[in-house]
């Protein structure tokens, strides 16, 4: 089985630069999340979508970060502009469904993103 | 806000010694509990998810819910140097659809 994709794997803009990240969940995971990880600091959520629909996006800075799972499948992560303090691994992760026991989340290898 | 706390450590056991990682969570109404470990410059990868009160076997680990504390533990037997890594408490804060909240992690090392 595959597992998740992400692409690219390493990003260096400069601030105020945009960038995009991009994500495939394993095949049939209908639940896809992305995190943003700093630095010696666990995940934090940005946004979580079941199928194409957001199911909670309330820690997305959406002054300048913007998600879409456009055809429930795979995902863009989209920050304009970037700032210093976005220097972060973008993970994506995805799971079976929205809830319940044993609903296990994989990671996929994420995108170190730094800005100077 | 509903916080996972966990001390960053570094935990240092030698080869083949019980390691223990602690986790406290502030939210009463979280109903589910994972350990992840994460490898230097690797993703997160589920080792122990815990859904009651008491403990959890799964081989060489443990897990440990007391609800009535908001604590959660890990327990690590007959340690070894491949288990060196950053472990992650991530705790569901929802009562409907999964959303975790991850503490900061404990790194562990284990010394030959």
């Known amino acids: 089985e595959a597992g998740v994709a992400q692409s690219p794997r390493y990003k260096i803009i400069e601030k105020r630069q945009s960038v995009a990240f991009w994500c495939n969940p394993i095949?049939?995971?209908?639940?896809l999340y992305w995190y943003q990880q700093i630095l010696g600091q666990g995940p934090k959520l940005l946004i979580q979508f079941q199928n194409n629909g957001v199911v909670d996006d309330s820690q997305l800075p959406k002054d300048r970060f913007s998600a879409e799972r456009l055809k429930g499948v795979d995902s863009t992560l989209k920050i304009q502009p970037a700032k210093l303090e976005d220097s972060a691994v973008y993970l994506c992760?995805?799971?079976?469904?929205?809830?319940?026991?044993?609903?296990?989340?994989?990671f996929g290898p994420g995108t170190r993103l730094t800005v100077l | 806000q509903k916080e996972v706390e966990q001390n960053s450590g570094p935990l240092s056991v030698p080869e083949g010694a019980i390691a223990s990682l602690n986790c406290t969570y502030s939210d009463r109404v979280s109903q589910s509990f994972f350990w992840y470990r994460q490898y230097s410059g690797k993703s997160p990868e589920l080792i122990m998810s815990i859904y009651s009160n008491g403990d959890k076997e799964d081989g060489r680990f443990t897990a440990q819910l007391n609800k009535a504390s908001q604590y959660v533990s890990l327990l690590i037997r007959d340690s070894q140097p491949s288990d060196s890594a950053t472990y992650l408490c991530a705790v569901n804060t929802n009562t409907g659809f999964q959303k975790l909240v991850f503490g900061t992690g404990t790194r562990l090392l284990v010394s030959p």
């Open positions: 095949s049939g995971h209908a639940t």
């Open positions: 992760a995805s799971s079976l469904r929205l809830a319940g026991e044993w609903n296990e989340q994989f």
